[in-house]
């Protein structure tokens, strides 16, 4: 903690006396004490402060509970050990987290703790996590994974150690609350003496701190204690005037000392105790921390956490307040998260890009649909529940625009004029215009608008109102409203309006109409995968860009260009797109927000790029709903702040795009940690200071690893490289393990890294040596050995042929002699014989097969060919008719193959044949019948089948025709298909009937737009 000594605890008579308040002396030791660790912690007291504590609005809070893998909700104590890693102590033993899944610890682990009720932990300089438990006992987990246990001794109490402190000279203190402390050293040695009797210490309270001189400071039940570096305790003075009561101190990372008692928080300085926050109306505080930016936070019995800062006192909002409860403990991470222990789980606070103004905020509604800042910078939103508007406070109240009390309507679009006159659109009840003093005039069916949704309102810039309903386009003003009349006025629904200098942009559900002077254009997007409706219009520069269910189009000059998801958005449908002022774009959608350089989505649509990188932001980044409003307008803006806002599913998002760096360019995750080794399933323990991992050849290695970031730790990806067999870095995703198989014996070292997406790889590698031991009979004694055993073998085996030879070499060759003429000329003729017999029946073979296969079977896909699928469907026929269960057939054809053969030639063509070929044979069932029956025609009989089952059978084979990537090979083309599906009748006069029925559903699937299937009927 600090630098100094700290002797150990005396016994009884050596010396520890209680300072009387009244004691000049005492108060002039105090005062020295307190000025001097207070000049060294004042530096870096304001150097923490310098950087300002984000608003609360800009945090996101997470929550766990034994739901999600905690052995027990009540979280006693959190720490951080220097790897990473995070730990907490609960009832039900040590829990330690790595971003993704929770270990726990306890009596039944594979190295058994001596009592599953932890009481605290701790971490020392060298990254050992310290912890006690409910019975007394010490344990110990080190950096290089081992564990080490020390039970209780027998003079000291069997009870909870509430608090466990390092001290300066690395010996462990403890706190038994109600008897005194102990002590121990990094070996063992343990101390213990019971406190003399009326001691404060038999009236310790949880929690103890070191100040920078190496005194002790002490929580009791009835004020704070101190044990100096002499071992001698003293009461506070009395001109600090402390609270009576419990009272325990806290040394916040920065140095500075508190004291807090009761529901006070005191601040510790040369002048004595300052009171700094007063929580009185609040209740007891349980827990104090200091944040990074200077801030204290603290938790409370039943009110959740509070931060007290520059700004006072400061509550969460009820949408981010932990659930009411015991705060039990606090602890900020290295990444700069807050972390809360309570007795209803744990939480994480940490800072996000987005924040939300919703129903907590004092909208009338969580389901926002529209947002506007007028003229003067307030905001309005329009909600399901009616208008509400910004106060010069910040806050936001009801607009009521209709005088039944009971009748509030939904708000859809908003817009102000040049005289400042705010115009309301509503679902179903009409227009509302409402003027600067407040008056409201109504336009419904009785002024001439037409019943229905008014979702897109334009103001030009003559001052014309144009009003979008659901039959079409009205202006309204100080006359009747008169529709949009002319060749191409749109008289559906209108989604969208946009008036520009003369212009009038309309979006319909039928593409764009542009009205220019007094002629109207329009501009459809004909082909499968163009656009219908048209959320907006976003003018850029002189370009104007549309928001689409099929992504964005640009108008530049009259000439369209297309950015959908083929470039890489990741959805279809953009509702709103918002430049901000550092050169970006945002888009809203039904899965949350994306940013892009507005550079970047100019040059696809330009054509000078193919892909499309962006920033995708949901709920993680602190939107409350990933859902933003469409058909609404407008549903985002950009204030003159430069912030942006979209108006979703639960609130208004906002956040500031100047920030965004801050969220998105995170520095590298810590080094890659490891888990765990399994070997074949069997766990192994881990290596110990880089200790290499024996396998045996021939066995499986399992390696599990994290990254540990707490910050979206899913979003992280990994690479692994093997060194001694992979030259370079392979990419594992979001994967988190490794498995081994197969390697030679040899020695090799696995490396792993992380980053965040888009972001850089960790610094350091995090590296496990693996050595496969080999197999017996691989080792090279034994290879030597087996070498030395099979010379020897053979060198006799060689004497005793040699001998038998020189014995029978003239009988044998005698015999030779005569029979060697004989056997080779008769092996001749049968040789001869043989080769001609062979030879006759490999033709014979081959010719049978050659004409089995071309009467039956397709040359170019393998599959059987029309006359094998008569013949097959003939007899389908014959047994149904006979009662067997009736059958389905599918003829399939090929959408556009023509343009394949024209426009990547034929060979081409062949190619995608083949595929289609292996599509349909990997997904139908064994009985079922594949052929070829055209060109691009193929037929499948599914015999027992419903109509219901072969239309699901069918939509298999289209969901796998969209999944293929790779149709044609390098050409990667994109192939459908079309389909009829009948099924059989029984009394079925012929085939050629019911492949005539097949034949007429599938000219409707191809007359209705193809890549479908129509089923007869």
């Known amino acids: 903690m600090a630098s100094g000594t700290l002797p150990s605890t005396r016994p009884p008579g050596s010396g520890r006396r209680i300072a009387r308040p009244t004691s000049a002396g005492r108060t002039t030791l105090w005062r020295v004490s307190i000025a001097l660790f207070c000049a060294l912690a004042g530096p870096a007291s304001r150097a923490r402060a310098a950087v300002p504590p984000p608003p609360l609005a800009n945090y996101v809070l997470d929550h766990w509970s034994t739901r999600d893998g905690l052995p027990q909700n009540s979280i006693r104590d959190i720490a951080q050990t220097p790897d990473g890693r995070l730990w907490f102590a609960t009832w039900e033993g040590l829990a330690s987290y790595d971003g993704i899944e929770f270990t726990v610890y306890d009596r039944g682990s594979r190295v058994p703790l001596l009592d599953n009720g932890i009481g605290t932990i701790v971490t020392d300089a060298a990254g050992t996590l310290w912890f006690s438990d409910s019975r007394g006992n010490i344990g110990r987990h080190a950096a290089d994974g081992s564990w080490r246990l020390w039970p209780h001794p027998a003079h000291a109490p069997s009870i909870i150690v509430q608090s466990l402190q390092i001290g300066p000279t690395g010996r462990l203190w403890m706190l038994y609350e109600g008897n005194g402390l102990g002590s121990m050293t990094a070996d063992g040695a343990f101390q213990y003496v019971r406190p003399p ?13 070191f100040d920078s001189t190496g005194a002790l400071w002490l929580g009791t039940y009835d004020g704070v204690v101190v044990q100096d570096a002499r071992g001698q305790v003293h009461t506070a003075p009395a001109a600090w005037h402390l609270p009576h009561g419990l009272a325990w101190p806290y040394r916040a990372p920065d140095g500075t000392f508190w004291i807090v008692a009761g529901s006070r928080i005191f601040r510790i300085g040369a002048a004595g105790a300052t009171l700094q926050y007063d929580l009185h109306e609040i209740g007891r505080i349980t827990a104090l921390i200091q944040d990074r930016h200077g801030a204290l936070w603290a938790g409370t019995e039943g009110h959740g956490v509070l931060r007290l800062s520059a700004a006072g006192i400061e509550r969460l909002p009820d949408t981010m307040a932990p659930a009411s409860g015991r705060i039990l403990s606090l602890m900020e991470d290295s990444e700069g998260s807050l972390w809360v222990g309570s007795n209803g789980g744990l939480y994480r606070l940490r800072e996000a890009l987005f924040s939300t103004l919703s129903r907590q905020d004092g909208l009338p509604d969580d389901f926002t649909r529209s947002v506007l800042e007028d003229r003067d910078g307030r905001l309005w939103v329009g909600t399901d529940a009616g208008l509400s508007r910004e106060n010069p406070d910040g806050t936001m109240a009801a607009v009521p625009l209709s005088t039944d009390p009971d009748h509030t309507p939904e708000i859809l679009s908003l817009a102000q004029d040049g005289n400042g006159t705010l115009w309301i659109g509503t679902y179903s009840d009409g227009l509302y215009a409402r003027a600067p003093d407040g008056s409201v005039r109504h336009f419904g069916t009785a002024e ?51 008036a520009q200098a003369d212009d009038l942009w309309i979006g319909t559900l039928d593409g764009v109409r542009h009205l220019h002077g007094a002629s109207i254009e329009a501009i459809r997007f004909p082909t499968p995968q163009g656009a219908h409706t048209i959320f907006g219009f976003t003018p850029v520069g002189r370009d104007m860009w549309f928001v689409s269910d099929r992504g964005l189009y640009r108008d530049r000059d009259g000439a369209i260009a297309q950015v959908a998801r083929e470039q890489g958005l990741p959805v279809d449908s953009i509702f709103a797109m918002l430049p901000d002022r550092h050169d970006h774009v945002w888009l809203t959608s039904n899965r949350g927000v994306m940013r892009l350089a507005l550079s970047d989505i100019e040059a696809v649509a330009d054509g000078r790029s193919p892909h499309l990188p962006l920033l995708h932001f949901d709920e993680a980044d602190g939107l409350l709903s990933s859902q933003a409003s469409g058909s609404s307008a407008p549903s985002a803006i950009l204030r003159r702040d430069g912030t942006i806002w979209i108006a979703t599913a639960i609130g208004v998002a906002h956040a500031d795009p100047g920030q965004v760096h801050m969220f998105v360019t995170r520095p590298p995750p810590p080094s890659v940690a490891l888990g765990s080794l399994d070997l074949d399933g069997n766990p192994l323990p881990l290596p110990a200071d880089g200790a290499p991992v024996h396998i045996p050849a021939g066995h499986g290695l399992t390696v599990r690893y994290a990254a540990l970031s707490y910050l979206l730790p899913d979003r992280i990806i990994y ?69 030395v055993a099979f010379g020897v073998l053979l060198a006799a085996v060689y004497l005793g042929i040699a001998y038998s030879y020189r014995r029978q070499a003239r009988f044998l060759s005698r015999i030779i002699a005569e029979r060697t003429g004989e056997l080779t000329q008769t092996a001749e003729r049968l040789q001869a014989a043989d080769h001609e017999k062979t030879r006759l029946l490999e033709r014979l073979r081959q010719q049978a097969d050659l004409a089995t296969r071309q009467a039956r079977e397709d040359p170019l896909t393998g599959l059987p060919n029309r006359r094998a699928f008569n013949e097959e469907l003939a007899l389908a026929l014959e047994g149904v008719m006979a009662g067997q269960p009736d059958f389905c057939l599918a003829l399939i054809d090929a959408d556009r193959f023509k343009q394949i053969n024209d426009q990547y030639s034929h060979a081409a063509g062949d190619e995608v044949l083949q595929g289609i070929a292996d599509v349909l044979r990997d997904c139908v069932r064994a009985p079922d019948l594949v052929a070829r029956i055209g060109g691009e025609e193929f037929a499948i009989l599914m015999p027992m089948t419903t109509l219901e089952n072969g239309e699901a059978a069918c939509q298999r084979l289209r969901t796998a025709f969209h999944a293929k990537t ?22 079925e006069p012929s085939a050629a009937l019911l492949l005539q029925r097949a034949d007429t559903a599938l000219y409707r699937a191809k007359n209705t737009g193809r890549d479908r299937i129509c089923v007869e009927g």
Do not use: C
């Open 197 to 209: 009797p009326k001691s404060p210490l038999l009236n310790l309270y949880r929690r103890m701190a």
């Open 448 to 498: 001439g608008l037409p019943a229905g949704n008014i979702r897109a309102i334009g103001v030009g810039g003559n001052g014309a109102v144009w009003i979008g309903t659901q039959h079409g386009v009205f202006r309204v003003g100080d006359r009747p409203p008169r529709p949009l009349e002319g060749p191409d006025a749109p008289h559906g629904l209108i989604t969208a309006l946009r």
């Open 719 to 787: 690479r692994s490289r093997l060194e001694g067999l992979d030259p370079s870095w392979s990419v594992q995703g979001n994967t988190r393990s490794l498995r081994l198989v197969g390697l030679p014996p040899g020695r090799y070292t696995l490396r792993v890294s992380a980053a965040h997406p888009g972001g850089t790889w960790s610094p350091r590698d995090m590296e496990v040596p693996i050595v496969v031991d080999p197999m017996w009979w691989q080792r090279r004694q034994v290879w030597a050995g087996a070498a």
């Open 966 to 987: 790779d149709w044609g090979g390098a050409l990667a083309l994109r192939v459908t298909f079309s389909a009829g599906l009948v099924s059989s009748r029984p009394g």
